[in-house]
Each structure stands twice: as C-alpha cells, then as structure tokens.
C-alpha cells in the first residue's frame, strides 16, 4: 500500500538556520504530495503542495519539490524562524477524494 | 476558502458516557468525510471514511460498534465515541476533500475520559 516516510524528530535549528526535512514516499500511480504544519494544540493547516512529477510548492519561505526519480518530496526553509517551531507532516493523496496518508511527522523547535 | 467547522473543541466525559464530535461543513456541500485519531506526539491514523447517505467504511482494527459515524446531510458528519473508556482518550480531526486535490481539516477535538 501507499506509505510515508519522514525524517525523525526532534530538530532543533538556532534562528535563521537552513532546514531540510526529508520525506520519502512509496506509492503506485502518482500521487499528489502535501506538506502540513501543526502548532500545539490545533489541528493541521496546509503549508504546500505539489500535485505532479517535478512541480515545486511553495507558501511562508518553505519549498519542496516533487522528485518522481527519487520517490521524495523534502521540505526545505532558508532562514527558520521560533515562529516556525511545530509540527511537520509529509502526506500523499492517491486521488482527489481518497484520504491521505501521514507520515509519523517531525518536531521542530527554533531557539533564538 | 472551504471550512469545516468542528464542536467541540476539547471534552471531559467520564467512563461509559457517549460523546457526539460534529464537522460541518460551511461553505461547501461534503459529500465525503475523513475521519482521523492523534495519539500524542504521533501521526495521523484514518478511522473511518464516511459518505452522504451511506454507511461508513471502517479501517482494520477500528470497532465500529463505539466508534458511530453518521454523514445524513452533505454539510454534517458526526463521530460519536460509544461507551467511551480512558484508552479512548485522544485526539480527533475530521477532514473532507475539496477538490483539485485539496482537503480541508477541522480544527480537532481533544478528548479525555476520565
């Protein structure tokens, strides 16, 4: 079946850091890849996607690209900020109206 | 955007109450809801799809005789915690599609049986 695979957590980045968080996928077809953030205590907010091979999403200085050749889909940020501290999921959606698949999701924490 | 509204937002019951959890959806017709459970500092498990009209498809391992989900209009799916028990505890967040490959979450309802 169709998984997700995330780098493990927890990282902590100084501000203004480089961030990369890593994100790997297994699916048949090809699916629609998504990036969702959640602060403490609140439900999941959508940071980007990318919805074909080699498409780049981008929202808030995050990007990822979808790499078909790679089967990924990391998660990169130039310059963090303590703002940014939550957590990070990496999902796939099959099709438009099936569920998606999470991956375990990764903490991060950005000190000043 | 599209919005699904989720009551309540937190709720303290005791063991073997029911507890109803609501998602509607405001500005948009659902005619599928997702539903999914958060462990603390874990990932998203799928619990059930529902869809308007029908009866709910249950993933492996989800008891569907405590965990009643009823989607009887295209803006209300509701998720009701049957007998409820402190394993029960956790967090639940319903999401619908909203086309082009877009889904909309509700905000979550942490629950705690005690």
């Known amino acids: 079946g169709n998984s997700v695979t995330q780098m493990e957590g927890p990282v902590t980045l100084s501000e203004e850091a480089f961030l990369t968080i890593n994100c790997t996928y297994t699916?048949?077809?090809?699916?629609?890849l998504f990036w969702y953030v959640q602060y403490p205590g609140e439900g999941l907010q959508l940071l980007l996607k990318a919805t074909k091979a080699d498409d780049k999403g981008s929202n808030k200085g995050f990007e990822a690209t979808y790499r078909k050749e790679t089967t990924s889909f990391h998660l990169e940020k130039g310059s963090v900020q303590v703002s940014d501290s939550a957590v990070y999921f990496c999902a796939l959606s099959a099709s438009g109206n099936t569920p998606l698949v999470f991956g375990k999701g990764t903490r991060l924490s950005v000190i000043a | 955007g599209a919005v699904v509204s989720q009551h309540p937002s937190w709720v303290i019951c005791k063991s073997g109450t029911s507890v109803k959890i609501e998602c509607r959806s405001l500005d948009f017709q659902a005619t599928t809801m997702f539903w999914y459970r958060q462990f603390p500092k874990q990932s998203l498990m799928l619990m059930a799809t529902?869809?308007?009209?029908?009866?709910?498809?249950?993933e492996q391992g989800v008891e569907k005789d405590k965990f009643l989900i009823n989607h009887a209009s295209l803006t209300l799916s509701t998720l009701t915690v049957t007998s409820a028990h402190p394993e029960d505890s956790s967090f639940y967040i319903c999401?619908?599609?909203?086309?082009?490959?877009?889904?909309?979450f509700g905000s979550g309802t942490r629950l705690t049986v005690v």
């Open positions: 529902s869809n308007e009209g029908s009866k709910a498809t249950y």
């Open positions: 999401s619908a599609p909203t086309g082009d490959y877009g889904y909309t």
């Open positions: 699916a048949t077809g090809y699916p629609s």
